[in-house]
């Protein structure tokens, strides 16, 4: 099951690296990997929480305050990058919402490393 969990964090890394390297590549628009990476990383932290708190053998033991608020912010990170691209698909650039959501996933990665 460790190795389950460990591919789960690989792909949530690699969704915050979708979300960060999409907003600094495709400023000021929301590009599709940065929506792809905001919902892989909703998805994937959402199943990680869950491995740790079901699974003992895993010896992990998740600050639930912490959790919930990544949760909140992954959440924004993913309505602003999903309602960014759609505006910009019908020609609209609103490019404070792109900012929102790069600006808010680093935020993210701050509190998933600075929060002890």
């Known amino acids: 099951?460790?190795?389950v969990y460990n591919v789960l964090v690989v792909a949530h890394l690699l969704g915050m690296a979708a979300v960060v390297g999409g907003?600094?590549?495709g400023r000021p628009a929301v590009n599709p990997v940065m929506v792809w990476g905001a919902r892989a990383q909703v998805v994937t932290?959402?199943?990680l929480v869950g491995l740790a708190e079901s699974i003992d053998s895993l010896?992990?033991?998740p600050n639930m305050v912490k959790i919930g608020v990544k949760l909140v912010i992954a959440v924004a990170v993913a309505g602003f990058?999903?309602?960014a691209h759609a505006d910009a698909k019908r020609g609209k650039q609103v490019a404070w919402m792109a900012d929102?959501?790069?600006g808010l996933a680093v935020v993210n990665v701050l509190v998933a490393t600075?929060?002890?």
Do not use: N, R, Y
């Open 114 to 116: 600075l929060w002890t």
């Open 45 to 47: 932290g959402i199943v």
């Open 59 to 61: 010896g992990k033991d």
């Open 1 to 3: 099951m460790d190795f």
């Open 100 to 102: 929102a959501a790069g």
């Open 81 to 83: 990058a999903e309602v």
């Open 23 to 25: 907003w600094a590549a």
